[in-house]
């Protein structure tokens, strides 16, 4: 069988991811598009070229993936804020696990160092690359502003903030091209319509990888870890839905091609938790009303991230399929058992089997008894399918040591993305 090749808007998928990650505060609403849309304009009035300009445009919507928490996200809006490289240590880490992001990932570790008369165009010995100043700047900019009050009113106190901070904050070349852009209404009226997506996508341009599906696995595991690895309890999560589904659906007849989708959709199936704070995924105790709505929503938001990252077919169904129920009663669009595909079927069965078999911060994993007890109870009451479910128990043992051997792996990378942060910054509990 030929490879298949992906074709991933880029543009669509790391503006959906921004959006996804500010989702998580009203206080956060579109910050990352607004310093997206800063940065292109900048960096077009400083003369950066077009290509150096897609890649700042690509860090400037992912800048602040590496901050976990809802309480880390409001502190580095904040224009003076404590400990930024940890954020953008992590959020280097990450992307620079996907080769075409290597440029990219570059700019996000360095997005919030000060230019200090040139000395910063270096750290450590490290060349800065001098878009990690243009991000820093935007970054800034969206950080003096304020929801609350008309953004023309605020135009000149921001534009002389910043300019008081040329040379010591920011590099003066963005900062004399921002302050020419600042003196024009437009300007900031754009960063605020509800038109800017459509002016950051003109500005942006068009921006498509083809990815052959080995690539297209690495952007995958890229994704799933960023999510993964808020919390040591869900480290392994994906990875283990990814091995379980793939095994299942092998066992149930779904041919090689199929195989692959439901691998890429099990890797994908709890992106929309971007737009949930750590703080409630980690939480020990029972979740409140209020976070068990927030949590509700999370496949809703993989269904739409999915859908804008485009050409990734069955997985999108797939992937945002797994609380949905064969009698309707699941979410969060409540299709039955008439519209569920076989591999949606599959997805909602490996990822209750690898959620009850992995310790979470309010039980540990069940042993193989009680998973097989608790799927099948399920299976009773209409809400998976028997058939399915029939399988996972006849080859329970082959199934689970994929799990085990997948996680295993992941496990491995989570001690290792650790200890590398550690070891830069000596960030402890993390």
């Known amino acids: 069988m030929p490879d298949r090749t992906y074709s991933i808007n880029l543009i669509d998928m790391v503006t959906a991811m921004g959006a996804a990650v500010d989702f998580v505060s009203p206080l956060l609403a579109g910050h990352h598009r607004r310093v997206a849309y800063y940065t292109l304009c900048i960096g077009k009035d400083a003369g950066v070229p077009d290509e150096e300009l ?20 409001i502190d580095v809006m904040s224009f003076e804020f404590s400990k930024p490289e940890i954020h953008s240590e992590m959020g280097c880490i990450f992307l620079r696990r996907f080769a075409p992001f290597d440029n990219v990932a570059r700019i996000v570790r360095h997005h919030h160092r000060s230019w200090r008369d040139g000395e910063g165009r270096s750290f450590k010995g490290t060349e800065v690359p001098m878009l990690s100043h243009l991000l820093n700047l935007s970054d800034r900019i969206d950080a003096l502003y304020n929801p609350a009050r008309n953004i023309l009113s605020q135009a000149h106190s921001i534009s002389q903030r910043i ?34 997506p459509d002016v950051v996508r003109r500005l942006a341009g068009e921006n498509t990888l083809e990815l052959n599906y080995g690539k297209m696995e690495e952007l995958a595991r890229l994704l799933a870890h960023i999510i993964d690895f808020k919390s040591p309890f869900t480290s392994t999560h994906s990875c283990g839905v990814s091995a379980s589904a793939t095994k299942l659906a092998e066992i149930c ?32 105790s029972s979740l409140t009303d209020e976070e068990a709505y927030v949590i509700r929503g999370h496949t809703h938001n993989t269904r739409r991230l999915l859908e804008r990252i485009g ?12 609380h ?8 969060p669009f409540h299709v039955d058992s008439e519209a569920l ?25 069940m042993d193989k008894d009680a998973v097989i007890e608790t799927i099948r109870g399920l299976a009773e009451s209409g809400s998976l399918d028997h058939g399915i479910v029939g399988a996972l128990e006849e080859s329970y043992d082959q199934i689970n040591a994929a799990r085990m051997e997948a996680q295993a792996i992941a496990q491995r990378e989570y001690a290792e993305f650790l200890s590398e942060i550690q070891a830069r910054h000596g960030c402890e509990g993390l």
Do not use: C
Not at 311 to 322: P, Q, R
């Open 341 to 365: 595909s076989l591999g949606a079927r599959v997805m909602s069965v490996a990822d209750i089997f690898t959620a009850l078999s992995e310790d979470r911060p309010y039980r540990a994993g």
């Open 311 to 322: 050409g990734l077919g069955a997985v999108v169904e797939w992937a945002s399929s797994h």
């Open 253 to 284: 007849g779904m041919d090689e091609y199929e195989q692959k989708q439901m691998r890429l959709a099990g890797l994908l199936h709890d992106i929309g938790k971007l737009a949930v704070p750590s703080e409630i995924l980690n939480k020990p």
């Open 163 to 196: 300019s008081d901070s040329s040379g010591t904050l920011f590099a003066p070349t963005f900062v004399k091209a921002f302050v020419q852009l600042a003196g024009k209404e437009f300007f900031w009226l754009d960063a605020v319509s509800p038109f800017l």
């Open 324 to 331: 949905e129920r064969l009698n309707g009663k699941g979410y």
């Open 54 to 73: 897609a890649d700042a445009f690509l860090a400037a919507s992912l800048h602040d993936i590496g901050a976990f928490s809802l309480e880390e996200r």
